[in-house]
């Protein structure tokens, strides 16, 4: 039974510890990086000319 309880400890941290940074609020708040332009906006951008 107590091998189960370790296990279970053990896998709760791992999660725990993987979503963080994902919970934890950011200092400053920057913005997201503009998107960048693909390939497939080239070729779109070639077709209309």
Known sequence: MSDIWI???I????V???A???I?????DIPPPLPKETLR????D????
């Open 7 to 9: 296990a279970l400890i």
């Open 11 to 14: 896998c709760f941290v791992v």
């Open 16 to 18: 725990l510890s993987g």
């Open 20 to 22: 963080l940074p994902l």
């Open 24 to 28: 934890r609020k950011r200092g400053n």
């Open 41 to 44: 906006d080239w070729r779109n």
């Open 46 to 49: 070639s077709r209309k000319n």
